[in-house]
């Protein structure tokens, strides 16, 4: 199998994580974000694997649904149509492993158990009455916990009686098979070294959801090895009423200290503007775990035209539930006749399934098709889908209608002492997460004042959830030349500022103070555009996915305005150094701040630029270094000849080079003749892989013809 077709149509996040190599960056973490490809990461490390010599029998992949089992079993068979891979839930794994027969005897045997064990459902009535005949009280215990070994003091004899009752009978729950796996891993040489025998390779899908049990038989079954790939989103962490526990996943980096961390950020499910409200839902994350979502697709599935308008969330505020009822009606008749839609497009989503049976009941009187109503004349999946939040996990419309975003619906009721509302809230948060992200192309977040709620009509509190009300604009009337020395001192200072303050960010962030510093240039790359007043937007940025990022990148752009620089930050949305022939020692902390961003100092007579980025390699980091190879700002946007040198240096680096072309840039700052907002606009281009090239034409490679030329062509046509 060509290895080359398994990686195709990955972003070079996804191929790289499908590529790790267990033995030089031990056990990987990948911080899938919402919309990001994780199943297809999966299965097709799983393809990868397979490919590369590992037996699949050797292989065992962990889900949570058989459903979701099922899918990745049939996509890895596509390729590998007999392939024996271990793809299953945690239950399955646990019964799976007491079924076995090991040196003579069976698994189960092994644990104390008599009869093969034989899951069933719990009966609350017969295990609460179990309880009350052993004198113990119902709240200090649930069935589930069982066979739990946390201490429980004065209860493990009267415990004893009810586990021998289950081992003797075989009759267990489903959680009763997770520990007594594990008790068969921790307890007997024997059979541990079986298991970690028959599965070399192990690969977990939704990691944020798995319990502690379920994370101690991954361990167990692990042991010191390398071998583990998992995959999960914390801030889709949103099961933790059943026992889900997000800190596995805050744990990773600490149980594996050697292990590495990838992120999948590019989103191949909703436009910009809704992935940029997401990106605002989480503001006091560690900052190992923060991720950026962008938007992969930006046409959206079958390029309808309301997914290239790229609406902006909105948010509709309703006296009463009739009002709501009827703007939903309105806009979907309205959407599904302008942009030919289906009605399964649509989805209406809650929090609460009471909520739920509201408003299908609601859309239903209002003539409108609801999945899984028995409407005539329509089939049952062509509907309008109206679903809880936790049903809607993996699913995705093109038009999303959020409801009941107040106080105590979204969020949901918080209680408990502090901790545990605290604790609470983040899941709802995350939750909000979820709703937002289930949305394609349109959003809207709906607001109803009054409604009827537990049997009384109450007044709701807006949701903490919702994005603040739009705040006007400062205005500010000064003369062009003060209000350019006002943005000057602002942005100076700032920069001076932090400069005085890294020692302490320093020290606070310690390991962690790269991964601040890209989060801090982004952030200082905003403040410039708002004290420009520049109202910037970045044009295909998807294309960013196709740039292998663990090689060196030239970001080519041309050069209008000094506040190019912080509009190349914010459109590639990475920490960019620049190639430059002098350091600016004349201004100290500017030229602090070209070393701490990365810029390389070439002197041009002496050359040697291909030497420092080998070094820079060398040190670990990999230089994305911006180049404006007119060498001098343009007067206007039409382009000034071509400088080679950055080109030239390109070839001899194995870069891959990636154009941005500016528009308006300099008459935000240089032209400025107002105090207007400026639009600007930054168009990422197709990336140029310098070192595809050199391999496919070899000595007869041509700097100017084949790359400058290239690249210069590239730009003129987006210019005009």
């Not at 098979?177 to 298991?195: K, N, S």
């Not at 995959?231 to 800190?247: E, H, K, L, P, T």
């Not at 952030?523 to 196709?546: H, P, T, W, Y």
Request: net charge positive.
């Amino acid at each position: 199998m060509d290895v080359q077709s398994i990686l195709k149509g990955l972003n070079s996040d996804q191929r790289a994580a499908v590529l790790h190599d267990h033995q030089k960056g031990a056990q990987l973490l990948i911080l899938a974000g919402a919309g990001s490809g994780k199943t297809s990461v999966l299965t097709k490390r799983i393809q990868y694997r397979i490919a590369s010599g590992v037996l699949p029998e050797k292989i065992l992949a962990l889900t949570f649904t058989a459903k979701a089992a099922a899918e990745m079993r049939e996509r890895v068979q596509k390729l590998f149509p007999k392939a024996g891979v271990r793809l299953c839930t945690f239950h399955s794994l646990a019964l799976y492993m007491l079924r076995q027969k090991i040196g003579g005897r069976f698994a189960y045997e092994m644990v104390g158990f008599e009869k093969p064990p034989v899951p069933q459902e719990s009966s609350d009535r017969e295990f609460l009455e179990s309880l009350s005949r052993l004198k113990v009280s119902p709240k200090s215990l649930n069935r589930e916990n069982l066979f739990a070994d946390a201490g429980r003091s004065g209860m493990e004899a009267k415990l004893s009686v009810l586990r021998k009752e289950v081992l003797s009978s075989g009759v267990v729950v489903f959680e009763d098979l997770i520990y007594q796996a594990i008790r068969l891993l921790e307890t007997c040489d024997e059979a541990r070294d079986y298991f970690r025998e028959m599965w070399s390779e192990i690969l977990v899908d939704e990691y944020q959801d798995i319990n502690p049990s379920q994370y101690r038989l991954v361990r167990a079954l692990l042991g010191d090895r390398k071998e583990l790939f998992v995959v999960g989103d914390d801030d889709q962490a949103i099961y933790g009423f059943r026992g889900a526990d997000i800190g596995n996943i805050d744990r990773f980096c600490k149980d594996f200290k050697e292990s590495t961390l990838i992120r999948l950020e590019w989103n191949y499910r909703s436009t910009s503007n809704i992935l940029h409200l997401a990106n605002g839902i989480f503001t006091n994350k560690p900052l190992r775990l923060r991720k950026v979502l962008r938007a992969g697709n930006p046409c959206g599935s079958g390029g309808n035209p309301l997914f290239r308008e790229n609406r902006r969330p909105e948010v509709w505020v309703s006296d009463n539930p009739v009002e709501e009822i009827q703007k939903i009606v309105d806009a979907v008749k309205t959407l599904k006749m302008s942009y030919d839609l289906h009605w399964k497009n649509f989805a209406v989503l809650v929090r609460y399934n009471r909520q739920r049976l509201y408003y299908e009941t609601a859309l239903a009187e209002a003539g409108l098709p609801v999945a899984g109503s028995d409407i005539e004349g329509v089939p049952l999946e062509d509907g309008i889908h109206v679903e809880t939040v936790h049903a809607s996990k993996g699913l995705q419309y093109a038009v999303v209608f959020y409801a009941g975003l107040a106080e105590g619906l979204t969020p949901g009721e918080c209680t408990g002492n502090s901790a545990q509302r605290k604790k609470q809230l983040d899941e709802e948060r995350r939750l909000y997460y979820v709703g937002v992200t289930r949305a394609e192309a349109y959003l809207i977040l709906l607001y109803c004042k009054k409604r009827f709620w537990k049997g009384r009509l109450r007044k709701l509190r807006r949701s903490r959830f919702l994005p603040g009300q739009n705040k006007k604009p400062t205005n500010l009337n000064m003369p062009v030349i003060l209000y350019r020395a006002y943005v000057a001192v602002t942005v100076l200072l700032y920069m001076l500022i932090h400069i005085l303050l890294l020692p302490f960010i320093m020290l606070r962030y310690r390991s962690e103070f790269h991964t601040w510093f890209e989060h801090k240039i982004q952030k200082f790359s905003s403040f410039c555009m708002n004290r420009l007043r520049i109202d910037l937007s970045v044009e295909d940025q998807a294309l960013l996915g196709k740039v292998d990022w663990t090689r060196p990148v030239f970001v080519m752009g041309n050069h209008n305005s000094y506040s190019d620089i912080p509009v190349i930050f914010l459109a590639v949305e990475r920490m960019v150094g620049f190639i430059a022939k002098n350091e600016l020692r004349y201004i100290p902390f500017l030229s602090f701040w070209m070393h701490r961003i990365g810029c390389i100092f070439v002197n041009r007579e002496k050359g040697g630029g291909a030497r420092l980025i080998r070094e820079s390699m060398a040190r670990g980091r990999v230089p994305v270094l911006c180049i404006f190879p007119e060498g001098t700002r343009g007067h206007d946007e039409s382009l000034s000849p071509f400088k080679s040198g950055g080109f030239r240096l390109s070839i001899e680096s194995d870069a891959t080079i990636l154009p941005v072309v500016i528009r308006g840039s300099r008459y935000a700052w240089e032209s400025r003749k107002n105090m207007k907002h400026v639009k600007v606009t930054a168009r990422i281009l197709e990336p140029l892989d310098t070192k595809k090239l050199r391999e496919e034409k070899g000595a007869a490679l041509e700097p100017r013809k084949d790359v400058m030329k290239v690249i210069r062509e590239r730009m003129e046509a987006s210019l005009r």
